[in-house]
């Protein structure tokens, strides 16, 4: 509705000043603001409107031309002109976009990497620190899986390492995250859950992995730490410290296992 009102003022002015002054550039910020912000088919809509708003100018401006059918061609023209605007800027846009998606994503396992991850655990705590309710870290290793890499090759490795990926996503809720922090480590961000609630879902997860390890016959075992937090007390930093030491305190009692804290209020 705003371009579209841009549109009409445009077209007002335009005919206010009459064919000597050239209007054609101020068309394109309506254009450009609803292509950029809103969808490419609401641009091409703003181009028609702005080929038909440039025209009524010039034809109530008295502007003469040599044949009537002049300054409907020149219209036609215009709005071209727009379309080919139009759709450079949805290009860039959709280009962006893709390039944004692909920098939070892990290029191998499709979930989110380790920056990206970062920075939704601290949406989490500002959304914690806001609501006062808790949220749980899962800090999680996958135990002698540099053995797989060296009896069956690095791509049976990252046949593991996409297998765990899908095995956490199909397991936790719509609003929980996992990413892959680096190597054979991934962690889980259960949005709004308590120690309670996570204690219940978190072994059901770590069976599935276990059993899909035992079924492919990969030797691989999952050492897991798990903090439950609440509060602005923490950084994400600090939160994936404690966790990650939950994971190696497992570790280093025989691997395979869960250790759960509650952390903070």
């Known amino acids: 509705i705003s371009g579209l009102f841009l549109v009409v003022v445009l077209g007002i002015i335009d005919k206010i000043t009459g064919s000597e002054i050239s209007f054609s550039i101020f068309y394109l910020i309506p254009i450009i603001f609803v292509t950029w912000f809103s969808h490419r088919w609401v641009g091409i809509f703003i181009s028609g409107a702005s080929a038909i708003a440039w025209l009524m100018a010039d034809l109530m401006a008295g502007q003469i031309y040599s044949h009537w059918l002049v300054p409907y061609w020149n219209a036609i023209m215009r709005f071209c002109i727009f379309l080919v605007n139009v759709y450079i800027l949805s290009r860039l846009k959709g280009a962006l976009e893709l390039e944004k998606t692909l920098s939070r994503i892990d290029s191998l396992t499709g979930i989110a990497n380790g920056k990206y991850f970062i920075e939704l655990v601290n949406n989490e705590i500002h959304r914690s620190s806001t ?36 095995i956490i996503r199909n397991n936790i809720g719509v609003t929980d995250i996992v990413g892959r922090l680096g190597g054979d480590e991934f962690a889980i961000l259960f949005s709004g859950t308590g120690a309670e609630r996570s204690q219940g879902i978190i072994p059901k997860i770590h069976k599935s992995l276990l059993d899909a390890m035992l079924e492919n016959k990969w030797g691989i075992t999952i050492s897991m730490g798990v903090g439950t937090f609440k509060g602005p007390n923490f950084s994400a930093e600090e939160i994936i410290r404690l966790t990650e030491s939950l994971m190696y305190s497992v570790k280093d009692a025989g691997k395979s296992g869960i250790k759960y804290e509650v952390f903070g209020n």
Do not use: Q
């Open 131 to 166: 609501s006062n309710y808790p949220f749980t870290i899962a800090y999680m290793d996958l135990d002698d899986l540099k053995t797989v890499n060296d009896r069956f090759g690095h791509n049976e490795g990252d046949i593991v390492l996409c297998t765990v990926a899908n």
